[in-house]
């Protein structure tokens, strides 16, 4: 789950690449710097959700998907 704010760019990307069906790439790593898995991505479900007291947040669902750039892990 993420916040829904339409000024951030990573949030915008996320839903874009939703909408548009379009796979997006993004690295999943343990730690700032550190190592985990590289790979397109397609998104699978996007979702607003409105409480009533909290902030609107979005919750998103992704998964590696094919694409010309073939999954690796990265660092360490």
Known sequence: MCRADTA???FTAIKNAFFGNDPI?????DE???QGLQADFSM???SRNEALEEAITAS???KV???ATAPSWIGG
Do not use: E, M
């Not at 790439?25 to 790593?29: A, E, P, R, V």
């Open 8 to 10: 951030d760019a990573g």
């Open 25 to 29: 790439g993004f690295q999943i790593l």
């Open 32 to 34: 700032t710097s550190g």
């Open 44 to 46: 699978t479900n996007f």
């Open 60 to 62: 998103v669902t992704a």
């Open 65 to 67: 998907t094919y694409s």
